[in-house]
């Protein structure tokens, strides 16, 4: 292949993925499409319970897994009952929580009030980005308990680490909304990453019920990312 088209090429696929945003693994998310995640509530989708993919969300503690491809955000948890999401009836989770680095971040014990078990409805996961807010949601059924079977969908990059702030930006999304408890009372958010995820690269989607390829590991874009691209770019233009 000609240098130039290789450098072309190379920048293509690093737009693609500087312009990522961030995904919802667990429970699964009713849509990804990059471009449209800053359309609230459910990033530019509508959950509809008949063709989604439902999954059983446990109200004593569940897990929400996330994928955040900048190098910082913070997180809102809720969820609602309204099963369009429309609504401003939504249940702020937990305390907005800080994620230092890119890559997964999992909280492994959100919890949703007790009377919800038996019903359907949404849990929602906002971030304040660099470029913004952004949304994802995914489609549930309440269930009685707390989880025990899941687990493995609970991971966390290399490096990522939690803890509670205020957002000023997130405040309006929960304003008014009362709080379930979370099984997690201490200080710091219960994403501190013990294991090291592989980095894989994708391009931008726009599917109902699955996520892009993923960017795991914790290496913010714009350090070594920079460097390589920038060697690889000069050898390409020595060549011709």
Known sequence: MAPLASAALLLAASAAVVNAHF????????????????????????????????????????NVAI?????????????????????????????????????????????VPESWAGQKGIVGVVVDAPDGLLYQCAAVNFVAGAATSNQSTCTNSSGV??????????APLAAGNSSASSTDASGTASGTATQTASTTSGTSSSTKNAAPGRVGGSVPLGSATAVVLAAMLGSAFMLL
């Not at 680490?161 to 997130?170: H, M």
Request: charged share 15%; proline share 8%.
């Open 23 to 62: 995904t919802l693994d667990y429970p699964p998310t009713v849509g990804f499409n990059e471009d449209k995640e800053p359309n609230g509530p459910c990033g530019g989708f509508t959950p509809d319970f008949t063709t989604d993919n439902v999954t059983d969300f446990h109200v004593g503690g569940d």
């Open 67 to 111: 994928n955040l491809l900048h190098p910082q955000g913070t997180w809102l948890y809720r969820a609602t009952l309204d099963q369009t999401g429309a609504s401003n009836n939504w249940t702020q989770l937990m305390p907005e929580v800080m994620q230092t680095g890119l890559g997964k971040f999992c909280q492994p014990a959100i919890a």
């Open 161 to 170: 680490t939690g803890s509670y702030v205020t957002d000023a930006n997130l």
